[in-house]
């Protein structure tokens, strides 16, 4: 292992401890001091790495977006499957791997706002074009007709990221899974009926943990 590799093989080591300190504690209960203890390295060696606990913050969300990323970019390649079956996969990996098993969005979000900003602009600029591909496949399939499936397709993970996300907006359960149904309803509205129902209940189900 050359030191390039032993430099990111460390990074990504007190990324994963910081991980789980901000998913326990908050990220504003969490300390430089508490990153040090968890990950089992000198100060020196994580201030080496990192200036700040944002910076560290940004590695790790930027870590969850890549592996975010790369997922969706595999299903957009698996043009032989539907895009239905392919949206339920995943649905099914955005609950099984959202911000209430992660990091807790809530816990630094007021924090740390421009990191909220970025992710978002992550949504809108990698994670829509690959979901627009995989609409583009549907109709060339004649499986669905969206006339707009750029627009849709954005419109559709800023819904899901921000709308109906109740770590940024307060709601009751019920209210939202009215949300839920308003997208599955907005996606039949423009021929784009990807979301099937068991996609719908594995999204109200994720939801659901948050008022458990």
């Known amino acids: 292992m050359n030191q390039a590799e032993k430099s990111e093989r460390t990074r990504e080591m007190i990324c994963a401890a910081a991980r789980q300190l901000f998913a326990e504690n908050g990220y504003d209960s969490t300390t430089m001091q508490d990153i040090v203890g968890a990950s089992g390295m000198s100060k020196g060696a994580i201030y080496h790495h990192f200036s700040s606990k944002q910076e560290v913050l940004g590695s790790v969300i930027q870590g969850e977006l890549q592996y975010l990323n790369a997922f969706v970019e595999d299903l957009a390649a698996q043009s032989d499957v539907s895009v239905i ?25 007021s924090e740390v706002p421009e990191a909220l900003l970025g992710s978002l602009r992550h949504s809108l600029t990698t994670l829509a074009p690959h979901l627009e591909q995989m609409l583009r496949q549907g109709m060339e399939s004649g ?52 979301l099937s129902e068991d996609s719908i209940a594995v999204i109200k189900n994720g939801v659901g943990r948050f008022y458990e």
């Open 143 to 194: 499986e669905i007709g969206c006339a707009f499936p750029g627009e849709v397709a954005e419109v559709l993970v800023l819904l899901v990221d921000v709308w109906i996300d109740p770590l940024i907006v307060s709601d009751s359960y019920e209210r939202k899974c009215q949300k839920v149904d308003f997208i599955a309803a907005f996606l039949e509205r423009f021929d784009a009926p990807v």
């Open 85 to 109: 079956d392919r949206m339920t996969s995943l649905t099914a990996h955005m609950v099984a791997s959202g911000p209430q098993n992660g990091i807790g969005r809530a816990n630094w979000v």
